[in-house]
């Protein structure tokens, strides 16, 4: 890895992204959200959309984790106009903890004051089938990382963020009432962030139920912490793509993690169109 990047660094990382961003578009999206492995389809629905690929981004590393196009997107969904992340960044790729949380910093800057974190996790709950779809209610940072370790930069945000309701109980009815008016079914829970970028031992399943965690993956709660020490109000939706491991005995495949996804590809669509109509109109 290269040198850390530290909060303070990012002011000037950001102006320059947002410069960049602003020299090919001046819409201003009130939401951000980074969709995760398999859940781009979002993109493909998105209206007047401009894409800005990672190399045109000053100081973007190229999206490499499989199931991620390399973009970030700037158009109107529902009405709404947003901005999308395809191609999320992980630490397991090599990248720092400041790199990984810059997008859901820019979105923050270009004025997205919303952001909706999604991503494929494993279940850890044992009554959810492959397919269930969870809002975060809370999360476990067991990554043993910080996005903002290192000289903070205080315009951005407090050296020491409450995390108490990180995750919007506000923004979180929304998706329940998005998913009654979508027909979609929504459960709740924890979601607890690991590093990977190997999947759990059945052991570290077991560990994690014990914790309190109902899913498990490998993304978000860097950026959560972000995001609520930019201000941002966070909402996000993990959709469960399989058993974690042990579960059933089945190993488990990135390729078992796309085909889920995809499946429940619609389904998440509906409820996250619905919801950005309900908090484009609160
Ligand atoms: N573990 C961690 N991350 C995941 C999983 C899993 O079982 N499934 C999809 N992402």
Redesign the pocket.
Known sequence: MHDRIAPADLPARLDALAAAVRARTDLVPGIGIVLG?GLGGLAAALEAPLAIPFSDLPGWPPASAPGHAGRLLLGHLAGVPVVLLQGRLHVYEGHDPGLVVQPVLLMGRLGAGTILLT????GVNAAWPAGTLMAIADHLNLTGLNPLIGPNADLLGPRFPDLTDAWSPRLRALLHEAAADADVVLEEGVYAG?L?PN??TPAEVRMLRALGADA???STVLEAIAARWAGLELAGVSLV??P??GVTGVP?SHEE?LVAANEAGPRFERLVRRWIALVGAA
Do not use: C, D, I, Q
């Not at 991503?119 to 494993?122: I, K, R």
């Open positions: 492995s991503n494929a996790a494993g690991l990977g999947y759990e498990v993956g490998l793509t399989n974690g491991a488990l993690v």
